[in-house]
């Protein structure tokens, strides 16, 4: 089955210095691979997706992650963080390819990123 | 462009009421449609998909059923509302390329 784990519940961080939220994954075949940002009582906003092509993906809002195949991780990563940018951040997978699941997503749990100025 | 609205944003209903929620996509045509409940501000659960009108798979059983009468609408009911109903549910498309999924803004549900 195609999964994400997303090993921390919380990351703190310093506005000005660089974020990393970590992402792992468990695939058969080539991973579709998603980030999206929840703010609260909102819906979820794409940021940004690894298909194929280079390791490093750029997004919105000036996040960027990197495709690690020997390690299977999809870190998100942002070199200068903003108080603004915490919320909730999620981690996805496309399901299958046989089309079982109508190729929806499977999350992670979740990680709360807080942004201190 | 495309946009997705669902609707109502909060809901309060008491236990044993029926529910429909409801969600429809505009500027596509013949999208993959998703409910998911998120708990306690948590992880998302998909609960139905459909990839057709009237086609409707379900991933987990439970009190809730879902149905696609148009293109771009999907509706979630329930004849009979539980306690653990309770939550945020929400509700997104992709196109046939599937590759990312778009979200609607959620509803609240609280069932009292």
């Known amino acids: 089955a195609q999964s994400v784990a997303q090993p921390e519940d919380q990351v703190n961080v310093a506005e000005g210095n660089p974020l990393t939220v970590k992402c792992t994954y468990s695939?058969?075949?080539?991973?579709?691979l998603f980030w999206y940002v929840q703010y609260p009582n909102r819906g979820l906003q794409f940021l940004l997706k690894?298909?194929?092509?280079?390791?490093l993906v750029k997004g919105s809002y000036g996040f960027e992650a990197e495709f690690n195949k020997s390690q299977t991780s999809f870190h998100l990563k942002k070199p200068s963080a903003l108080v603004s940018d915490s919320a909730l951040y999620f981690c996805a997978v496309r399901g299958p390819s046989n089309s079982n699941s109508g190729y929806a997503l499977n999350f992670g749990k979740g990680t709360s990123l807080l942004v201190t100025p | 462009s495309q946009t997705i609205h669902q609707w109502p944003a909060t809901l309060v209903q008491p236990v044993g009421s029926p529910l429909s929620l409801e969600c429809t996509v505009e500027g596509t045509s013949n999208p993959n449609l998703y409910w998911y409940r998120q708990a306690a501000g948590r992880g998302l659960q998909l609960l139905f998909y459909s990839v057709g009108i009237g086609q409707i798979s379900s991933e987990v059983p439970q009190n809730l059923s879902a149905s696609r009468p148009q293109d771009r609408q999907f509706i979630l009911s329930s004849k009979k509302l539980l306690l653990s109903d309770s939550g945020f549910y929400l509700c997104a498309w992709s196109d046939r390329a599937n590759t990312e999924a778009f979200f609607g803004q959620g509803t609240r549900l609280t069932v009292v």
């Open positions: 690894y298909i194929t092509g280079d390791n």
């Open positions: 695939v058969s075949g080539n991973p579709y």
